[in-house]
Nanobody, 117 residues
Framework: QVQLVESGGGLVQAGGSLRLSCAAS????????MGWYRQAPGKERELVAT???????NYADSVKGRFTISRDNAKNTVYLQMNSLKPEDTAVYYCNAKVLAIATMYWGQGTQVTVSS
């Protein structure tokens, strides 16, 4: 089992920045990749960014150049630095951990990000 706890959401004006954190606990040795997804009202959950255990990253086109995903292995924490925020970035952001050995994805409880225009 893997437990994920997100923090760092909030309200920010367009053009501002926020940093989300996701602390992992439990069977963290089994995690192959972690990432951030988001879900806006009335829309499906979508990928924002991922980072593998080797540090490879992947971003949705809509956030490339504005968001940066990183990890601190000593703290078992993944971060999402969000710059130049836009109103369309408003959503609940979920942390995700993927364990390929058991074909399982774990989710955090979500953190609200609201960007005002």
């Amino acid at each position: 089992q893997v437990q994920l706890v997100e923090s760092g959401g909030g309200l920010v004006q367009a053009g501002g920045s926020l940093r989300l954190s996701c602390a992992a606990s439990g069977s963290i040795f089994s995690i192959n990749a972690m990432g951030w997804y988001r879900q806006a009202p009335g829309k499906e959950r979508e990928l924002v960014a991922t980072i593998t255990s080797t540090g490879s990253t992947n971003y949705a086109d809509s956030v490339k150049g504005r968001f940066t995903i990183s990890r601190d292995n000593a703290k078992n924490t993944v971060y999402l630095q969000m710059n130049s925020l836009k109103p369309e970035d408003t959503a609940v952001y979920y942390c995700n951990a993927k364990v390929l050995a058991i074909a399982t994805m774990y989710w955090g409880q979500g953190t609200q990000v609201t960007v005002s225009s």
